[in-house]
């Protein structure tokens, strides 16, 4: 068993790099926990032009960040289709007329290393996972325990990247950015919803929270707790405390809002039919009060914006997505099958069924309590 948290091979010689090429997760919740290491990569080589590679629908998540001098897309999806192999041609043509001179892989895949390698650039450094170890010049080990991999926050393993290269940096706190136009883009969904745009918070003693609750998961309906139990809990946040409740979910998880709006004695305001994106996102969630969401992209939003979430984990390892954020409280059972990682549950959803929203919402009034009492 290796004890260190990743080996080392011995780097490629080279000079300080002039053109530096970053490949992004695709995950919206990986690269928001990616950003520790984009501002320790900056500070490293301040002088160097430093460029972000990642999927167009994630590019908001980047937006207004200052350690970036450029900002690659590339599509995916259903043009992708269209496109095929040639779209993959083209990017590795954009890339090698770019010149960089390193590429830094916060990914594991394979096709993100060939990438690189197809662009001609000199020095490619990453994990060794997916095959893609002669596509390397610099190899990272894993921890493996048995040959299975250890549960190792992603956070962490980003920045060992960085660590590598040199960097000392070790602040892990995550950092998002709202330019003036999300915020724009936020103040109309807000007033298509019927709210004050200008609503900013966070409340203090006597006033109503602002609560967002984010039922949904992109990663599989294994981590999504029951829709009557938002359902219940956003009811008794509007009963008791008073709370404006805001329910956010991508186009996909309509379903689960609708359900949990028909299962709602009280309104609640879905801002899932109001034209919002991720960048209008950030903006309406940077001013919350609270979150309530599912182990999914918005709670890495919330704690990159300080705003106090409760996380409901399942069948997800926490470990693996641990994120340091002392304003964070999270709620699970034990279960003998969990956590399994699974993207549908084969048994009977335990892990999520067994939490109720009275052990949720206990968790979050004194969340609220004790951000209050800090605001004061």
């Known amino acids: 068993m290796t004890t260190s948290r990743e080996s080392f091979i011995l780097p490629f010689p080279m000079s300080d790099p002039q053109k530096i090429l970053v490949v992004q997760p695709s995950w919206v919740g990986d690269a928001v926990m990616a950003t520790p290491t984009l501002r320790a990569i900056r500070q490293l080589y301040p002088n160097a032009h430093i460029a972000y590679l990642m999927k167009r629908y994630v590019k908001q998540i980047y937006a207004g960040m200052p350690w970036a001098d450029q900002l690659i897309t590339y599509r995916t999806g259903k043009t992708k289709a269209k496109a095929g192999k040639g779209q993959f041609f083209e990017l590795a043509a ?3 007329s770019a010149d960089f001179d390193l590429a830094i892989l916060l990914p594991n895949s394979f096709k993100s290393a060939l990438i690189c390698k197809m662009a001609g650039i000199k020095r490619v450094v990453g994990y060794e996972r997916d095959g893609r170890g002669f596509l ?8 493996k325990d048995r040959g299975k991999f250890i549960p190792t926050p992603i956070v962490k393993y980003y920045m060992g990247l960085a660590n590598y290269l040199g960097s000392t940096h070790r602040d892990l706190k995550l950092q998002l950015f709202v330019t003036d136009t999300e915020k ?9 919803c019927g709210l004050d745009p200008a609503i900013d918070r966070p409340a203090t003693h006597g006033q109503a929270p602002l609560v967002l609750l984010n039922p949904g998961a992109q990663y599989g309906a ?13 009811d008794r946040l509007i009963e008791e405390l008073g709370a404006t409740v805001l329910i956010s979910a991508s186009p996909k998880e309509r379903p689960i809002v609708d359900a949990i709006n028909r299962h709602m004695k009280h309104a609640a305001v879905d801002l899932s039919r109001a034209g919002m994106d991720l960048g209008a996102l950030k903006e309406i969630v940077r001013r919350c009060d ?3 969401t599912n182990d999914t ?8 914006f300080d705003v106090p979430v409760v996380t ?3 069948p997800t390892h926490p470990e693996w997505t641990e994120i340091y954020f002392d304003k964070e409280r999270k709620v699970a059972v034990k279960v003998f099958c969990g956590p399994c990682q699974k993207k549908v549950c084969p048994l009977d959803h335990r892990c999520m069924t067994r939490i109720t929203p009275a052990m949720v919402y206990q968790t979050a009034t004194e969340l609220l309590a004790t951000k209050q009492t800090t605001a004061v």
């Open 312 to 314: 409901i984990f399942g």
């Open 184 to 192: 724009r883009d936020a103040e109309a969904v807000l007033q298509r």
């Open 136 to 143: 390397l010049t610099d190899k990272l080990l894993p921890v």
């Open 222 to 234: 294994a981590k999504c707790w029951l829709p009557e139990n938002f359902a219940q809990l956003g």
């Open 290 to 292: 609270l979150m309530v």
């Open 297 to 304: 992209g918005p709670r890495h939003i919330a704690a990159a």
């Open 94 to 96: 954009r890339l090698r």
